[in-house]
């Protein structure tokens, strides 16, 4: 089966300027997340989606990131204005279903956006 | 709060050496423990989970909740071993991965 797809791959901003990036999931793959990985650290939720509704966006910084998934399938995060410290890996990952069985469902993970805030 | 700690950032062993990757979490419940890896120029993957109690590509990993820890094992490691190994945790189904910080693993002849 075809993986998760994201692009760009990388991206050079300045600061204040703004930057989005693409997710495609595995195909029927219900829930959607999108983390955050600075360099040194493991990668850090920033929204999950089940469908087209955010399950969990508690972590997310709402006065400069947003996303959205609307048709339920792909998703798109931005930053605006973007600063230094949101450098970092942006990775998504998809799941079959919120884990109905009682089990949380493997997810599986893009390649990641990289991104470098001059 | 919820945390995963791995306390080494690298680890670096010889062919055929004994390995174990540490990791220790916060969490009251019963959550669910995962190992994932990222070999170079690759994605992240799910390389075992402690319900599943069994062993890929050599690893095996008990989680022990007197001590909440899920320490990786492989009694013989392989040069093609080496990657980043991440701990991380879930604490109910459907939630997003809490991860650790990391361990680099590096296996060499």
């Known amino acids: 089966e075809a993986g998760v797809a994201q692009s760009p791959r990388y991206k050079i901003i300045e600061k204040r300027q703004s930057v989005a990036f693409w997710c495609n999931p595995i195909s029927g793959h219900a829930t959607l997340y999108w983390y955050q990985q600075i360099l040194g650290q493991g990668p850090k939720l920033l929204i999950q989606?089940?469908?087209?509704?955010?399950?969990?966006d508690s972590q997310l910084p709402k006065d400069r990131f947003s996303a959205e998934r609307l048709k339920g399938v792909d998703s798109t995060l931005k930053i605006q204005p973007a600063k230094l410290e949101d450098s970092a890996v942006y990775l998504c990952?998809?799941?079959?279903?919120?884990?109905?069985?009682?089990?949380?469902?493997?997810?599986?993970f893009g390649p990641g956006t990289r991104l470098l805030v001059l | 709060a919820q945390r995963v700690t791995q306390p080494e950032k690298l680890l670096s062993v010889f062919k055929g050496a004994p390995v174990e990757l540490k990791c220790n979490y916060s969490y009251s419940g019963s959550p669910e423990l995962f190992w994932y890896v990222q070999y170079s120029r690759q994605r992240l993957q799910l390389l075992l989970r402690h319900i599943s109690r069994e062993s890929i590509k050599g690893f095996t990993a008990d989680l022990n909740k007197g001590e909440t820890s899920f320490h990786l094992k492989k009694p013989f490691a392989q040069e093609e071993d080496s990657a980043m190994y991440y701990c991380?945790?879930?604490?109910?189904?459907?939630?997003?991965?809490?991860f650790g910080k990391g361990t680099t693993l590096s296996v060499s002849s």
């Open positions: 991380a945790l879930s604490n109910q189904a459907g939630t997003a991965l809490i």
């Open positions: 989606f089940q469908n087209n509704g955010v399950v969990d």
């Open positions: 990952a998809s799941s079959l279903n919120l884990g109905l069985a009682g089990l949380q469902e493997t997810q599986y």
